[in-house]
């Protein structure tokens, strides 16, 4: 998601971002998409509104740049997703800054893990079926791996590179990392617990405690091929490193800043997520692509970079 920097001299785009959250509707609306897109018939069945009246908050917040359209190639026709773009609107009162801020966001498909060291029971599916054998590491290196949609094992770790690009003139001052997960079980049980814990670049940064492997209803995007009584979703978990230190679902849980990471000058950093042998509770783990569970999106993170212009 952006950031956007305003000085008063940005008149048009102040009143297009004042108008657009003045209204209770419209700020209902930004609620609503946090964390979860809809296409325009759902948003206006969830508000119990027109779709007409709808539409037209959905144009004024768009114009105001707080809100994007996606494409829904699972959607007949040309219908779009309504989902987030702003992170945050800054307003210097005192008429001018020289700092450029602006973000990256870097989408990460689930099978594009370059390590990893796992004990079964572990698994890979794609939209279309498991890769098999089940629970056989050796499908951690079939090439279909890179179709992935749901990844799980009991233990060990899995890592991801993400691109960071980081320029020489730019410092980074944030990066957040989102994903969908849960525990791993035997077919599904809510009550589940697994610690999993994250790293970047070999630093331990937290530990989620997840409180179950989900199931019990279908997921909202998990393909109907997928039995009734196995995993269904996850929860979306938000990673953030800043420089005031590391965060988990917007709660400060470690000391670790984002300068602590010594990103200067890196163009990649990797994403380490694990079930440690000796967590106190080790349940396995669950990671959710875009076309699985709940929420339509892969691991995705975001750079926020700070330059002197």
Known sequence: MRKFTYTLDNDDKLEKVGNAIA????????????????S????????????????????ILREAGLIKMIPSPSKKGNEKN????????????????????????????????????????CGICTREAMIPPLDDI??????NRLNAQLISFYKGYITYPI????EEAATITSITISLEICSE?????????????????????????????????????????????????????NLKIDDSGTYLDGVRVGETTVKDLNLAGKYLTKLKI??????KYVGGINIFGRYFGDYKQNIVAQIAYEKQI
């Open 23 to 38: 209204n209770p509707i419209r700020r209902r609306i930004l609620r609503f998409i946090h964390g979860k897109s809809y």
């Open 40 to 59: 325009l018939l759902e948003l206006a069945t969830e508000m119990n509104m027109p779709v007409s009246t709808t539409s037209f908050h959905v144009k």
């Open 82 to 121: 309504i989902s987030f773009d702003c992170e945050s609107v800054h307003i210097f009162f005192s008429g001018g800054t020289n700092v450029d801020r602006y973000n990256k966001v870097i989408d990460i498909p689930l099978g594009s893990f370059t390590e990893y060291k796992i004990t079964p029971p």
């Open 138 to 143: 050796r499908v951690f290196d079939h090439p």
């Open 163 to 166: 691109p960071i690009e980081n």
């Open 185 to 237: 079980c035997p077919n599904y049980n809510n009550t589940w617990k697994s610690n999993i814990t994250f790293y970047l670049d070999d630093i331990e940064l937290a530990t989620y405690l997840s409180l179950g492997d989900y199931g019990g209803r279908r997921g909202l995007l998990t393909p109907s091929f997928w039995g009734n009584n196995s995993t269904q979703y996850g929860m979306l978990v």
């Open 274 to 279: 694990a079930v440690k042998d000796d967590a």
